[in-house]
C-alpha cells in the first residue's frame, strides 16, 4: 500500500483491536500483563518509575474503611479541588474510572457516524467509536517524520467527519502536536461542527508545559473535550481516575448518562485528591525521567537501534530482531507494538524506568546485538 493509498484508507475495523482467542477469551492488547508474565520486569507500562506516592497509599488505606457506603457519584470534593487547580467552572469537568471509560462516554454520547483517528496511536479510540456503531478513517503518519502529526491532517477535517480523537503527547510514539496546528485543527473543527476529543494522559512528563493546549484555551470552544488522567503521572492504574474538560454542559450531561453511576470508587477520588498536592513530586518526577530518557536514547544510538525522539516517558523503537521474545529471556516485558494500527511487526515501546532497572534492559539489549552481530540469532 502506497503512502497516498494509506492516507486515503478507511477500515470498519482496525488491525490493532482484540480478537477472540481459541479458548473464547478477548485477546489482550495492551502493556502491562504481568499476570501472564509474572515475575518480569515491566518495561510494557509507561507509568511514574517512582511508583504511587506514600501520600496516595495512605489516603488509600484510610478511605478503604469507608468501602461500607456508596461513592460520592459526584465527586465533589475532587471536582472543587480540580476546579481551583485550573480556575474554571466545577460543571466543567466529568470524571471516569479512568481516562478509558471518558473514550467510551464520549463516543455514545456523541454516536457520530464518521470519525478520524491517527494511526498508529490508542487501540482505545477505534474500540469506542466502533462499538458506538461510528466508521473510523484513519490517517497515517509517517515514519520518515517520526510518526508526527503534520498539515497533511487538515484534509482529513471535511463536512463529513463528526468526531476527531487526537493524542498530545501521542502514544506510543511520544510525539507532540504542534501548537499552531492544533489551533488550526480546533478552529477547523469548530467551523464544521466536528466533536474535537484531545487525549492529555501524558501531558504532566514534558519539560515544556507550554507545548500543550492548556485548558483555559478550550473554555469558549465548546466542541472540545481535553482528556486526563490520574494513572500516569502518579502511577495509579489500579485504581483507575481520570477526568474531561469541557464546556458544553449538554454533552457533558449526555456523555453522564451513558457512564454507570457510581463509576470511581471511593478510594480512588481520595487517591486523586491527595495527588494533587504534589506539584513538587510531579517537577522531580518530570526532571528525572527526562534525563533518564536522554540517557536511553543515546545508549539506543551507540547499539544502532533506531528509535523515535520522545518527549515523555517511554520510547518507541525499531528493530530487526524480535526484541519482545528475546527480552523475555531476560526476565524483561516491553510493549509489542504490532497490533497498533500504522505499526509492523518490529516497533516497540520501552518505558522510561529507574536508572537501575534501565541498565537491566540496556545491558540485555547489548546482549542480543551483539549475539546478533557475531551470527548467533
Not at 496511536?121 to 484513519?138: H, P, R
Amino acid at each position: 500500500m502506497t503512502k497516498g493509498m494509506r492516507r486515503k484508507a478507511a477500515r470498519i475495523r482496525g488491525s490493532g483491536l482484540p480478537r477472540i482467542t481459541a479458548g473464547g477469551m478477548m485477546e489482550y492488547i495492551h502493556g502491562g500483563d504481568i499476570y501472564t508474565y509474572e515475575g518480569m520486569t515491566d518495561f510494557s507500562v509507561n507509568i511514574n518509575p517512582f511508583g504511587p506516592s506514600g501520600q496516595v497509599l495512605e489516603a488509600v488505606r484510610t478511605e478503604a474503611a469507608h468501602i461500607g457506603a456508596y461513592p460520592d457519584s459526584r465527586c465533589r470534593k475532587l471536582r472543587c479541588a480540580l476546579a481551583e487547580r485550573y480556575g474554571i467552572s466545577e460543571e466543567n469537568f466529568i470524571f471516569g474510572n479512568g481516562a478509558a471509560e471518558l473514550i467510551f462516554s464520549a463516543a455514545f454520547a456523541g454516536r457520530p457516524r464518521r470519525a478520524v483517528l491517527t494511526a498508529p496511536s490508542f487501540a482505545e479510540y477505534a474500540m469506542a467509536l466502533e462499538a458506538a456503531g461510528c466508521e473510523v478513517v484513519y490517517h497515517y503518519m509517517e515514519e520518515e517524520e517520526s510518526f508526527r502529526l503534520t498539515e497533511r491532517y487538515m484534509e482529513e477535517l471535511t463536512e463529513d467527519v463528526d468526531m476527531i480523537f487526537l493524542c498530545s503527547p501521542d502514544n506510543p510514539s511520544g510525539q507532540v502536536i504542534d501548537l499552531p496546528l492544533l489551533d488550526r485543527i480546533i478552529g477547523r473543527c469548530g467551523e464544521l461542527g466536528i466533536r474535537a476529543v484531545i487525549d492529555q494522559c501524558f501531558c504532566e512528563f514534558l519539560e515544556r508545559s507550554y507545548s500543550i493546549l492548556p485548558v483555559e484555551a478550550v473554555l469558549d470552544k465548546p466542541w472540545v473535550l481535553l482528556l486526563r488522567a490520574f494513572t500516569k503521572m502518579h502511577a495509579m492504574p489500579g485504581l483507575r481516575l481520570g477526568y474531561g474538560i469541557c464546556s458544553d454542559r449538554a454533552f457533558l450531561e449526555k456523555m453522564e448518562l451513558v457512564t454507570q453511576p457510581w463509576n470511581v470508587s471511593v478510594p480512588a477520588q481520595a487517591a486523586g485528591l491527595a495527588a494533587l498536592s504534589e506539584t513538587e513530586r510531579v517537577q522531580r518526577t518530570r526532571a528525572y525521567v527526562a534525563r533518564e530518557r536522554r540517557r536511553i536514547e543515546k545508549e539506543l544510538e551507540h547499539m544502532g537501534i533506531t528509535y523515535y525522539p520522545s518527549a515523555v516517558n517511554y520510547i518507541l523503537l525499531y528493530s530487526r530482531y524480535d526484541l519482545s521474545a528475546l527480552l523475555k529471556e531476560h526476565n524483561i516485558l516491553i510493549r509489542d507494538c504490532s497490533n497498533y494500527e500504522g505499526l509492523r511487526k518490529g516497533y516497540y515501546r520501552i518505558a522510561v524506568k529507574m536508572r537501575k532497572e534501565n541498565d537491566m534492559l540496556l545491558k540485555a539489549l547489548r546482549e542480543i546485538y551483539k549475539e546478533g552481530t557475531s551470527g548467533r540469532l
